[in-house]
């Protein structure tokens, strides 16, 4: 079982995609995967009510500590956070802060991010809409080992994604969220195995 702690700050439709991956009977993460925790640095975020929905130990990390000089600490307590619960891999699904050194080098070649974006295309915030501004004819998704670049780790996997003729900025994330509902399952059945945990 490869075991997945899970960090997200919103919605968490990756979180509950990846959840009932593992526990949908021939669901392609059902014996290969497992989330022992999820946590979050906003405390209203709807990715901690879907894990307390699952039964799944849900943490939030100190209110506005991320905007002060203790981001540092937060980071080594969310590192210890993770270290206890014993995940594999860590997961990021939505996770708003760029991850710095005390994670990074707490978790080495052991945190992986999805993108919504075919990268290195539209790295950063709101890629669906730079995709759409740039008038390109697709785009898509992209999960990737995490490194100190932003957006810039190795690519583990992609699916692309049509633009459509009188695609919004909303019709469009919508489709690429699809997208991502199935690429990110299908990365991590694959890494437990590479990793040797199913
Ligand atoms: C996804 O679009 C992902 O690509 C980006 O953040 C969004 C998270 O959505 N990194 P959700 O919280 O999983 O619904």
């Given at each position: 079982m490869l075991k997945l702690a899970v960090l997200g700050s919103g919605k968490g439709s990756?979180?509950?995609a990846i959840q009932n991956a593992i526990v949908s009977s021939g669901g392609i993460l059902a014996d290969k995967a497992r989330v022992v925790l999820v946590a979050s640095d906003n405390a209203g975020a709807g990715i901690l009510d879907h894990a307390?929905?699952?039964?799944l130990p849900a943490e939030a990390l100190p209110k506005g500590a991320f905007k002060t000089k203790l981001?540092?600490?937060?980071?080594?307590?969310?590192?210890?956070?993770?270290?206890?619960s014993g995940a594999d891999l860590v997961v990021l699904a939505g996770y708003m802060r760029v991850v710095?050194?005390?994670?990074?080098?707490?978790f080495p070649e052991r945190?992986?991010?999805?993108?919504?974006s075919i990268l290195p295309a539209f790295k950063g915030l709101e890629a669906?809409?730079?995709a759409l501004a740039a008038g390109v004819a697709e785009t898509g998704c992209t999960v990737h080992w995490v490194n100190a670049e932003i957006d810039g780790g190795d690519v583990l996997g992609q699916e692309r994604v049509p633009i459509l003729p009188g695609d919004t900025a909303e019709t469009l994330h919508a489709r690429i969220h699809?997208?991502?509902?199935?690429?990110?399952?299908?990365v991590i059945a694959r890494l437990a195995v590479e990793l040797g945990k199913a």
């Open positions: 990756n979180f509950v307390r929905a699952f039964g981001e540092p600490e937060i980071e080594q307590t969310l590192a210890s956070l993770i270290r206890r710095k050194a005390p994670l990074l080098d707490a945190i992986i991010n999805i993108h919504p669906w809409k730079q699809e997208a991502e509902h199935r690429l990110y399952p299908a």
